[in-house]
């Protein structure tokens, strides 16, 4: 193994300063321990200095993410499995209260380490073993940024279409499922999204704030310019809708297929609440980016909806099918403007930054931020991933999958650090090849993390999948979370306890 010399990232990075302890010389932080396998400055730990998302950075997540246009889609997708307008803001309210308290959970291990999310699983799967979760949510991640930019490539076909109708000559042909027109916007969009993330972090954060106010804005007016065009009220239902248990189930499927959706960020939140200011930003951040924001996108959701159906009797699937029906074409442009901008902004924050760490994780000495950047936009290209996107009765089944793999991995960590460590973390060692580290486990692997993962995947897996276990199908993410921590402490060796290099008491669960 070759040792890097770090000793110039002591100078030029004080991630571990205040990691050493002035009275036990012998827990201090050796620079040679620390290895190129494990380490490099995209995975340090953040310094003060990087410590800029304030609650508003936070918020601004939210802002933007809730009201993707996958969001959208599944949401509207809920009028059609039976649903009415009220229902549906009960459904995404129950989500949004669980949401909210995950999410803190999740933030706060971030804001305490201020290491990545692939870093953070070593804690529970060794500094090997983390592999897995790592290259799992990047893989979700992935697929999330293909679709997303495919859904915003639609809503800038309609633009060029609106600007230029003689286009219309080259949206007509297919190759590989888009057509020109479509392959063209496609493309450029891509292309807009990498050379943004090139930039890094920091030009992330404030892509983010510049976008979150224009979209609530733009997804605002043009709730409001629906609900006038129908004459100032709106269908409440597309049909007929459920009642007694089967709206009781589908309120609470539909709440907990909604966590499900952010089954991905609530793993990897830690990406981002590692370069929070403090823990009441992330609280406050939360607070009005997910219970208040998703009450704002509810009602959005009902009123777009129900309006066209008034109108027309017609049910949308999307935003960008009432923005594609605006009579004004310098409002249409505006609107899809807007979309693509928010398209953009979610795909930065959800669905870039996880497989660039899962990536940076893999091979720190020959990639970073930038190039896994890169290497992670080149696979949401060549996926086809409008190929994953059909209808909402699809991305209904496509939700339940993920959550039946993400579901395990974030109850075994939450359940390592929250009750076997007790939120107590031996940083320095989480980038250190040694047999007497405290996350070597079995040559760098915690095996009962990967059994307890393997055992509650299937198990969530069959719930998810098998139709006559379709009632709960809904659940899965749920289920599977919960089995994975249950099964997890049960196999789970409690630790001793010895002094790490804060000074301050860690549980630590021995190699085995």
Request: with cysteine; proline share 4%; charged share 10%.
């Amino acid at each position: 193994m070759t040792i890097p010399d770090v000793s110039k990232h002591r100078a030029e990075n004080s991630a571990f300063k205040g990691l050493v302890s002035s009275t036990d010389s012998s827990a201090e932080l050796n620079p040679h321990e620390l290895s190129a396998t494990l380490y490099n400055n995209d995975l340090a730990p953040t310094t003060k200095k990087g410590r800029t998302w304030s609650s508003y950075s936070i918020f601004t997540l939210w802002a933007n993410d809730v009201h993707s246009l996958g969001n959208y889609a599944f949401a509207i997708g809920l009028f059609a499995l039976g649903l009415g307008g009220w229902q549906i803001l009960l459904a995404l309210a129950f989500g949004a209260v669980l949401l909210f308290g995950l999410l803190n959970f999740s933030g706060f291990m971030g804001e305490k380490t201020g290491v990545p999310f692939p870093v953070m699983s070593r804690i529970a799967f060794g500094i090997r073993g983390a592999q897995i979760p790592a290259l799992l949510r990047g893989a979700v991640a992935i697929a999330w940024f293909g679709i997303q930019t495919y859904l915003a490539s639609v809503v800038l076909v309609v633009m060029v279409l609106a600007l230029a109708p003689g286009a219309a000559a080259i949206n007509n042909n297919h190759f590989l499922g888009l057509s020109t027109l479509g392959w063209i916007c496609f493309v450029s969009l891509w292309a807009v999204q990498l050379v943004i993330v090139s930039y890094g972090m920091e030009m992330i954060r404030k892509y983010e704030a510049f976008a979150g106010p224009v979209i609530l804005i733009t997804m605002g007016a043009l709730a409001v310019w629906m609900f006038i065009e129908a004459g100032g009220s709106i269908a409440w239902s597309t049909g007929e809708t459920k009642t007694g248990i089967d709206m009781w189930v589908g309120i609470l499927g539909g709440g907990a297929l909604w966590v499900s959706i952010y089954g991905t960020f609530v793993l990897n939140f830690c990406d981002f609440t590692r370069s929070a200011v403090s823990k009441k930003a992330i609280v406050r951040g939360n607070f009005f980016g997910i219970p208040l924001n998703m009450l704002l996108f509810g009602v959005i959701v009902v009123v777009l909806t129900g309006a066209q159906f008034k109108i027309d009797g017609t049910i949308i699937t999307s935003p960008s099918d009432v923005v594609e029906a605006i009579p004004n074409t310098l409002l249409l442009i505006l609107a899809s403007l807007a979309l693509l901008i928010l398209t953009i902004a979610v795909n930065l924050m959800a669905n870039f930054v996880a497989p660039i760490y899962a990536l940076t994780n893999l091979f720190p000495k020959h990639l970073n931020f930038r190039r896994a950047g890169l290497i992670s936009g080149f696979i949401g290209l060549v996926i086809l991933p409008w190929n994953l996107y059909n209808s909402p009765t699809v991305i209904t089944y496509f939700l339940g999958g993920l959550g039946a793999l993400l579901g395990p991995l974030f109850g075994i960590i939450m359940a390592d650090y929250w009750i076997l460590r007790r939120a107590k973390v031996n940083v320095p060692d989480l980038y250190r090849v040694s047999p007497k580290g405290t996350y070597y486990f079995t040559r760098g692997v915690n095996m009962r993390a990967v059994i307890a993962l393997a055992a509650s995947s299937i198990a969530a897996l069959i719930l998810a999948f098998n139709p006559a276990l379709h009632a709960v199908s809904a659940f899965a993410w749920f289920i599977g979370s919960g089995l994975g921590a249950i099964i997890y402490l049960a196999i789970a060796k409690r630790g001793e306890v010895h002094e790490d290099v804060c000074g301050e008491e860690i549980a630590v669960t021995p190699t085995h």
